[in-house]
């Protein structure tokens, strides 16, 4: 009896049936395509080369970015085919379609509560267990929840010493100043005619502009409001829809923007990253955090 294989590509079939050949010599991880690890290392360097057109946001594959752009063009091609919710995501309709079936196969041995997702129930668990993965790298604070790492960071960051004397931009190390500075002397820079700000890209200097004009392109079709980044009208209109497509892993709460989903998230996990330098009381959101502060003026 003969077997043929299935892979018609000889190079990847004998790749795929030695060893991996390769190896990060970072954290050990290996694959089998060198593309694979370039992509890889992008998580190590920090390295975002996949820059968004439309905002600031940069990221490590250009899959991630694929999915980002939606935010902006609306495009949601995951429909669920029990009710018309249309969505951006595979993974945010795969857990819309447990709303129909209310399975909640995931279970807390400790407190008996049921989740949807396996992710939401390793993340509660923690309360029970204590546990902190999420280790800051400025001082010796551990969290349960990346997003309560991130905000406690920006504390950190509020300090920072090393400035770009061209921008607003600041960092805690010096070689990373350096190295932004040579984004400043790159040809066909765009410079503000406002103030002294640069821009690599003409898009970003548009932008720019308009906290200058005050101009705002982007008007609400179902108010007058209007708004100088399409962004923030495709958040806006959620208001007028109804639609919530931020869903809480944890709960049955849905929010229509990103940063309310974050700050709620910091309900679950009992974190206030957010701390008064002066006293030491802490909060969930950092605009608790400045009201607390005039208390001290």
Same mark, same amino acid.
């Given at each position: 009896?003969?077997?043929?294989?299935?892979?018609?590509?000889?190079?990847?079939?004998?790749?795929?049936?030695?060893?991996?050949?390769?190896?990060?010599?970072?954290?050990?991880?290996?694959?089998?395509?060198?593309?694979?690890?370039?992509?890889h290392l992008n998580i190590h360097t920090?390295?975002?080369?996949?820059?968004?057109?439309?905002?600031?946001?940069?990221?490590?594959?250009?899959?991630? @970015?694929? =999915? #980002?752009?939606?935010? *902006? !063009?609306? $495009? +949601? %091609?995951? &429909?669920?085919?029990?009710?018309? /919710?249309?969505?951006?995501?595979?993974?945010?309709?795969?857990?819309?379609?447990?709303?129909?079936?209310?399975?909640?196969?995931?279970?807390?041995?400790?407190?008996?509560?049921?989740?949807?997702?396996?992710?939401? @129930?390793? =993340? #509660?668990?923690?309360? *029970? !267990?204590? $546990? +902190? %993965?999420? &280790?800051?790298?400025?001082?010796? /604070?551990?969290?349960?929840?990346?997003?309560?790492?991130?905000?406690?960071?920006?504390?950190?960051?509020?300090?920072?010493?090393y400035k770009c004397r061209q921008?607003?931009?600041?960092?805690?190390?010096?070689?990373? @100043?350096?190295? #932004?500075?040579?984004? *400043? !002397?790159? $040809?066909?820079?765009? &410079?503000?005619?406002?103030?002294? /700000?640069?821009?690599?890209?003409?898009?970003?200097?548009?932008?720019?502009?308009?906290?200058?004009?005050?101009?705002?392109?982007?008007?609400?079709?179902?108010?007058?409001?209007?708004?100088?980044?399409?962004?923030? @009208?495709?958040? #806006?209109?959620?208001? *007028? !829809?109804? $639609?919530?497509?931020? &869903?809480?892993?944890?709960?049955?709460?849905?929010?229509?923007?990103?940063?309310?989903?974050?700050?709620?998230?910091?309900?679950?996990?009992?974190?206030?990253?957010?701390?008064?330098?002066?006293?030491?009381?802490?909060?969930?959101?950092?605009?608790?955090?400045?009201?607390?502060?005039?208390?001290?003026?």
């Amino acid at each position: 009896m003969t077997f043929v294989c299935e892979t018609n590509n000889l190079k990847l079939h004998i790749t795929d049936t030695t060893e991996t050949q390769y190896k990060c010599n970072i954290c050990a991880q290996t694959y089998l395509r060198k593309w694979d690890l370039k992509r890889h290392l992008n998580i190590h360097t920090g390295d975002k080369p996949f820059k968004c057109s439309q905002c600031d946001r940069a990221f490590f594959e250009n899959k991630l @970015l694929k =999915i #980002h752009m939606r935010m *902006h !063009t609306g $495009e +949601k %091609p995951y &429909q669920c085919n029990q009710c018309e /919710k249309t969505f951006s995501q595979k993974n945010n309709l795969n857990s819309h379609m447990k709303t129909h079936t209310g399975e909640k196969p995931f279970r807390c041995s400790e407190c008996d509560k049921n989740f949807t997702r396996n992710t939401a @129930l390793i =993340i #509660h668990q923690r309360i *029970h !267990t204590g $546990e +902190k %993965p999420y &280790q800051c790298s400025y001082c010796d /604070k551990g969290f349960a929840h990346n997003i309560s790492l991130k905000a406690h960071i920006r504390i950190h960051l509020d300090q920072i010493s090393y400035k770009c004397r061209q921008c607003d931009k600041a960092f805690t190390v010096k070689t990373k @100043l350096l190295k #932004h500075y040579k984004s *400043h !002397t790159k $040809e066909n820079l765009y &410079q503000c005619s406002h103030c002294d /700000k640069t821009f690599s890209q003409n898009n970003s200097l548009t932008r720019h502009l308009r906290t200058h004009t005050g101009e705002k392109p982007y008007q609400c079709n179902h108010c007058e409001k209007t708004f100088s980044r399409k962004y923030h @009208l495709h958040s #806006h209109l959620k208001t *007028h !829809t109804g $639609e919530k497509p931020y &869903q809480c892993s944890q709960c049955d709460h849905a929010f229509s923007d990103n940063k309310y989903l974050k700050c709620h998230l910091m309900k679950h996990s009992g974190e206030n990253p957010f701390q008064c330098i002066q006293c030491g009381k802490a909060y969930a959101m950092k605009a608790s955090l400045v009201r607390h502060q005039k208390t001290h003026t």
